[in-house]
């Protein structure tokens, strides 16, 4: 039980792009999804925070412009990558957790793997 | 900002050596998880501690939560190759309203 399925895994895109990233809860409801950065090596790094039907809540630091996310039902959250450039290149990763209480257990996606040329 | 200290945060080992990995904060948690990642993979949870004095075990895997409820630790009995991945701790604060996770252990298991 609690699958979160991320699609695309792979994205190879031009500078200038916008790239959506899917997430999506296939065996729960979702009432909290978080998205993530990763680098080779390093820890997640918290994007922002979202919640069914309300506005993400994004950590400091990080372009709500650039990172449009959107969270319109309890099985999926949408990350849009808007006119990507190659600092944009990671690893994104996205979780769900079936409450929104502090210190419940997340559980993620496979990740999606965005290279910017 | 609650700060969550992972360590170490390398660690070489052969196999059939244990190990352990501490996760330690100035702040309690109201519950902590502890995640294995493999490369190009999402983490997946391995266990949740909620009580101060909490030890569970998961095969060769034994995690431990402080009396306090400010740290814990995952011990690895006899590492396998297939251990070898980034193990992530993450604690909630409940005055949070989002985990904190840990810089995160690199282990690597050799044959």
């Known amino acids: 039980g609690a699958v979160v399925s991320q699609h695309p895994s792979w994205v190879i895109c031009k500078s200038g792009t916008s790239v959506k990233i899917e997430c999506r809860s296939l065996?729960?409801?979702?009432?909290?999804m978080f998205w993530y950065r990763q680098f080779p090596k390093q820890s997640l790094m918290l994007m922002a925070t979202?919640?069914?039907?309300?506005?993400?809540?994004?950590e400091q630091g990080v372009e709500k412009d650039k990172f449009l996310i959107n969270h319109a039902s309890l099985t999926l959250s949408t990350l849009t990558v808007t006119s990507a450039h190659p600092e944009d290149s990671s690893f994104y990763i996205c979780?769900?957790?079936?409450?929104?209480?502090?210190?419940?257990?997340?559980?993620f996606g496979d990740g999606t793997r965005l290279s910017i040329l | 900002t609650q700060l969550l200290e992972q360590s170490p945060q390398f660690l070489s080992i052969q196999e059939g050596e244990n190990l352990t990995v501490y996760c330690n904060s100035s702040?309690?948690?109201?519950?902590l998880q502890w995640y294995r990642q493999e490369p190009g993979e999402g983490p997946v949870l391995l266990v949740t501690?909620?009580?101060?004095?909490e030890v569970k075990k998961l095969k060769r895997l034994t995690f431990q939560f402080g009396d306090a409820r400010k740290d814990s630790s995952l011990h690895i009995t006899a590492a396998q190759p297939g251990d070898t991945g980034l193990y992530l701790c993450?604690?909630?604060?409940?005055?949070?309203?989002?985990?904190?996770f840990g810089d995160g252990t690199t282990l690597t298991v050799k044959p």
């Open positions: 979202s919640n069914e039907g309300s506005k993400a809540t994004y």
């Open positions: 993450a604690g909630g604060y409940t005055n949070a309203g989002k985990s904190t």
């Open positions: 979780s769900a957790s079936e409450t929104n209480r502090a210190g419940q257990p997340q559980h």
């Open positions: 065996d729960f409801q979702a009432t909290t």
């Open positions: 501690v909620v009580t101060g004095g």
């Open positions: 702040s309690v948690f109201s519950s």
